[in-house]
C-alpha cells in the first residue's frame, strides 16, 4: 500500500436514517475503485460492509465498518454507519474521525429523523456535510420534493450538482452542472459512463443551474463576490477554487443524484470527493489538554505521536481490534505508546488496513490516516495513544444515555462468570450499553439505545460467550412505608435441653416524612432490659427493613421506638434479641396501616407538534402528570411525572406513535404513595414469587 500525504486522504461517514442506502453506496464506492469486482446483495449477505452475523440475519447494519479504497490518486476512508438510532454509537464514533459527513436520503422516503439526528452530530463535530440523494431508480422516486424538503431543512446553501434525468425504473442519465453535461452510466453496475455536452432543454436548464451555481459560491467569499461583480462572472480556476472554501464553511452544500443499488452517479460523486472534499489538511490543529489539564493543539505536522481511539471491537476470527485516527506523526507497529487515560504504555502489534472483514498488514500509518491495530492490553473506546515525552488526551464523543432496560435471566446455573466477561466485553465494544447487578432486586439489569439495541446485545452474549440468557422486565423497586402508628410487645422464648432463649421486645412505630429513610432509636428506662442488647434489636429491626413485610421491597420513612421489654438472667442473649426485635417491629409495622411507595420519574419528551394529542393520550394512561410543555423551535418538549412502572419499553411505544421522531430522557425524581388496586397487584406477585422460590428450594 503506497503512503498517502494527508492532503490526499479523504475521511468520511456515510450516514443517514435507516434504510436509506448507505451499505450499498459504500459497495458501489468500492466496485468504481475496483476493490470488488461486482456489487454484493444485503438480502443474499454479500456486501462488504454488513459482515456480521446479526447485520446479515436482521439485513441492517448494527456496527460502523471502516473501509478504504483508492480513487483519482486519493484515498478514501469510509466508514458505513448503521441508520438506526439503537446505534448511535456507532455513527458517533465515525463521525468524530471524519473530516466530513456524506449524508445520505432515500429518494422514495425523504428525510428521516435519523437524518436529521446525524447531521446535528456532525454540526457539533464542526465537519462539512454533503448530501446523496439515492435510489432513484424506484418508482416514485421524487428528486425534487426530496431537494426542497432539503433546502426548507438545512438551508438554501444545500445546492444540487446532479440532476435525474430519468429519475424511476431504468434511471442511468443525470445532468452533470459542473460540467454542463449529459452523463449516462452502464446498466450492468460497474458505474462506468459516457458523457456528452447538454442540448435543447436540458442544455437550458444546466445552463442556469451552473449560472446559479456561480452565484452560490461567489456569495461564499467576500473576495469572489468582489470578482463576480468586476469581471461579470468568475473564471473556471478561481469558482473551482472557491467550491472548496465554501463547502468547508458550509456556505455550500453539495447534493448529488444516484442509485446506489445500480451504481449510476456514484462515480461523479467520488470524482468530486477526490477533487473537492475535505481532507485531514481542513483541520490540521485539533484541541487537547496536556499533561497538566491546559487545553492545547494537536499539529498535523508535527512528528509527536497522537491517535485517538473511536471503535472496539472482538471477533471470534482475528480477536480483538482497536480502531484509530493518527492525528500527528506515525503509528509503527512493533512501538511504544502511551495511552494517556489509563496512563500505561501499548506495544502496537499488527496494523491492518481493512474493506470490511478483509484485513490488509501495513507496517505503518502515517498522519491523518485511517486503520485498526490488533489486541491492546488496556485501550478503549475514546482513549488516545501519543508519544510519551508529549502526552495530550484528545476530546472524547459524549455518548447518549441508555433509556430502555432489561433484566438480563441466566437460564442455566454456573454461568455468571462467563456472563460478566461477555457484558464487559460487550460494553468495551459499545459505550452505549450499560449493565450493573442490582443488589437490591437480585438482577443483572442491562440498558440500550431501544429494543433493538437490546436484542442485538443479547444474542452477540449467547453466540460469543456461549451462555443461556434470556430478557426479562426489571422488577421496580418499590418501598414499603406506614401512614398511621403502631406497637407490639413481643416475646420469644425457646427452650430446648440445655441453656434456652429469653427476649421481650415493646416497640412503637409512627410514619416519618418522605424520603427520610428510617430512624431506630431506644427510650429504655429502668434496668428490665440491658443497653448491651440494644444493638441486638436494632440488627433484627434493619434485617426486616431490607427484606420487607408486604411486598419483599425495603423498608423507609419509619420512626422506631424500642421502648422497654423484658429480659432473663440466664437465657437473654443477643439472638433471642435479635428474634424479638425482628418479629416486633414486623408486628408493630403492620398494625400501622402499611403501604406501599413507588418510584416516580420526571420524563422529558421532545416530539414535533403534530403528534402532541396521541403523545398526551399515551402520558395519561400511564398515571403521567403533566408539569409543563415548552416549544422548541418545531417541537415541543413535554416535561411530566411518571411512575417507573409504566415506563417499560416507552421508548419504543414513543417511537411508534411519532413515527420514529420522539425521543426522551428518564430522570428519577421521588417516591409517592401507590393507588390501593396498584398495590395488591404488587403485593400478590411478590407473594407468588416467593411461593415458587419456596417451592424450588424444597424440591
Known amino acids: 500500500m503506497k503512503n498517502y500525504l494527508p492532503a490526499d486522504i479523504r475521511n468520511f461517514a456515510l450516514v443517514g436514517h435507516a434504510s436509506s442506502g448507505k451499505t450499498l453506496l459504500s459497495e458501489a464506492m468500492l466496485r468504481c475503485a475496483g476493490v470488488i469486482s461486482r456489487l454484493g446483495s444485503i438480502a443474499d449477505g454479500t456486501t462488504v460492509s454488513d459482515y456480521h452475523v446479526s447485520e446479515k440475519q436482521r439485513q441492517i447494519s448494527v456496527s460502523a465498518t471502516l473501509m478504504h479504497a483508492d480513487w483519482a490518486g486519493k484515498k478514501f476512508n469510509l466508514i458505513d454507519t448503521p441508520g438506526y438510532l439503537d ?9 468524530r474521525v471524519g473530516d466530513f459527513a456524506l449524508v445520505v436520503i432515500h ?7 435519523g437524518t436529521d439526528r446525524v447531521w446535528n452530530y456532525a454540526t457539533g463535530y464542526g465537519i462539512p456535510k454533503m448530501i446523496v440523494v439515492n435510489a432513484l431508480d424506484r418508482e416514485n422516486a421524487d428528486f425534487a420534493a426530496v431537494l426542497k424538503s432539503a433546502q426548507e431543512h438545512f438551508g438554501r446553501h444545500v445546492f444540487p450538482l446532479s440532476v435525474p434525468v430519468n429519475a424511476g425504473p431504468g434511471f442511468n442519465r443525470t445532468l452533470d452542472v459542473l460540467r454542463n453535461e449529459i452523463v449516462t452510466y452502464a446498466t450492468d453496475g460497474s458505474g462506468q459512463y459516457t458523457e456528452e455536452p447538454a442540448t435543447g432543454e436540458l442544455g437550458e436548464k444546466v445552463k442556469a443551474l451552473h449560472r446559479e451555481l456561480i452565484e452560490h459560491i461567489a456569495e461564499s467569499d467576500d473576495g469572489l463576490m468582489n470578482k463576480y461583480f ?15 472554501s465554501a463547502v468547508q ?30 481532507s485531514p489538511v481542513d483541520r490540521k490543529n485539533v484541541p487537547a489538554i496536556d499533561a497538566n489539564g491546559n487545553e492545547t493543539e494537536v499539529k498535523l505536522d508535527n512528528a509527536e505521536t497522537v491517535a485517538y481511539v473511536f471503535k472496539h471491537m472482538t471477533e471470534a476470527q482475528f480477536g480483538e481490534l482497536s480502531f484509530f485516527r493518527v492525528y500527528s506523526g506515525s503509528v509503527t507497529t512493533g512501538t511504544d505508546l502511551f495511552n494517556s487515560d489509563r496512563k500505561i504504555t501499548e506495544r502496537v502489534g499488527q496494523i491492518f488496513l481493512l474493506n470490511g472483514q478483509t484485513r490488509e498488514p501495513v507496517h505503518s500509518l502515517g498522519a491523518g490516516d485511517i486503520g485498526a491495530v490488533v489486541k491492546l492490553k488496556d485501550t478503549h ?27 438480563l435471566i441466566a437460564k442455566v446455573k454456573g454461568e455468571e462468570d462467563k456472563i460478566a466477561t461477555g457484558l464487559a466485553a460487550l460494553h468495551e465494544e459499545d459505550p452505549t450499553f450499560l449493565y450493573f447487578v442490582d443488589d437490591e432486586l ?18 452477540r452474549l449467547r453466540r460469543r460467550h456461549n451462555v443461556h440468557v434470556e430478557l426479562a422486565e426489571p422488577r421496580v423497586k418499590y418501598r414499603e412505608t406506614i401512614r398511621g402508628k403502631g406497637e407490639s410487645k413481643y416475646r420469644h422464648k425457646k427452650q430446648t435441653g440445655g441453656a434456652g432463649q429469653f427476649a421481650e421486645v415493646w416497640m412503637r412505630v409512627e410514619p416519618k416524612p418522605r424520603d427520610t429513610g428510617v430512624e431506630f432509636t431506644q427510650s429504655l428506662v429502668g434496668q428490665n432490659v440491658d443497653r448491651n442488647f ?33 429480659m432473663h438472667p440466664v437465657d437473654s442473649k443477643d439472638i433471642a434479641f435479635q428474634i424479638a426485635g425482628y418479629f416486633a417491629f414486623k408486628e408493630a409495622f403492620t398494625a400501622a396501616k402499611p403501604c406501599l411507595l413507588e418510584p416516580i420519574e420526571i420524563v422529558e419528551i421532545r416530539i414535533p407538534e403534530d403528534f402532541m394529542g396521541k403523545v398526551m393520550g399515551d402520558l395519561s394512561s400511564r398515571r403521567g402528570k403533566i408539569l409543563g410543555i415548552e416549544a422548541e423551535g418545531a417541537f415541543q ?22 413515527g420514529g421522531a420522539g425521543v426522551h430522557t428518564e430522570t428519577f425524581s421521588h417516591y409517592e404513595e401507590m393507588p390501593p388496586a396498584a398495590a395488591e397487584k404488587v403485593v400478590a406477585e411478590a407473594a407468588q414469587r416467593k411461593a415458587n422460590h419456596d417451592s424450588h428450594n424444597s424440591h
Open 637 to 658: 418538549v413535554i416535561k411530566a411525572t411518571v411512575p417507573t412502572a409504566e415506563l417499560y419499553h416507552y421508548s419504543s411505544t414513543l417511537r411508534s406513535l411519532t
Open 107 to 113: 429518494a422514495q422516503h425523504g428525510l428521516g429523523v
Open 442 to 459: 437480585h438482577q443483572t439489569i442491562i440498558s440500550a439505545q431501544g429494543e433493538l439495541h437490546l436484542e442485538v446485545v443479547a444474542d
Open 249 to 278: 464553511k458550509q456556505l455550500f452544500i453539495p447534493l448529488f443524484a444516484v442509485s446506489a443499488e445500480k451504481n449510476i452517479g456514484v462515480a461523479r460523486l467520488m470524482d468530486f470527493i477526490a477533487k473537492y472534499g475535505s
Open 87 to 95: 446505534f448511535i454509537s456507532e455513527g458517533l464514533g465515525a463521525l
Open 230 to 244: 468586476e469581471q461579470g462572472g468568475l473564471s473556471e480556476e478561481e469558482f473551482r477554487a472557491g467550491i472548496h
Open 381 to 407: 473506546t475514546g482513549n488516545t495513544l501519543c508519544t510519551l515525552k508529549h502526552p495530550v488526551t484528545l476530546p472524547k464523543v459524549v455518548y447518549p444515555k441508555p433509556n430502555i432496560h432489561a433484566a
Open 534 to 566: 440494644v444493638p441486638s434489636v436494632e440488627k433484627g429491626v434493619q434485617q426486616v427493613c431490607t427484606e420487607g413485610v408486604l411486598a419483599g421491597c425495603r423498608v423507609t420513612d419509619v420512626k422506631i421506638d424500642f421502648y422497654d421489654g423484658k
